[in-house]
C-alpha cells in the first residue's frame, strides 16, 4: 500500500478473538488478515475490481 492511516475499530471481544485465531491459523497479523479480508469482501461485493494488496493509486474515479 502506498498510504496507510490509523483508525480505531470497536467489536465484540469475542470477534475480536476470533479473527485472531484466523489470522494466526494463516500465518498473517490480525492486522493483516482485517486487511485482506475487507479487500475480499469488497471485491467480492463488486465494489473494488483491484487485487487484495493491491496498489489502488495509479486508478482514477470514472
Not at 10 to 28: G, T, V, Y
Not at 40 to 62: E, F, H, K, N, Q
Request: glycine residues 8%.
Amino acid at each position: 500500500m502506498a498510504h496507510e492511516v490509523r483508525m480505531t475499530l470497536r467489536l465484540p471481544e469475542d470477534l475480536r478473538d476470533r479473527l485472531r485465531a484466523h489470522a494466526k491459523s494463516e500465518r498473517r497479523s490480525l492486522n493483516s488478515e482485517l486487511v485482506y479480508m475487507l479487500e475480499v469482501g469488497l471485491r467480492a461485493a463488486g465494489v473494488d475490481a483491484s487485487p487484495p494488496g493491491g496498489d489502488t493509486a495509479g486508478s482514477a474515479p470514472a
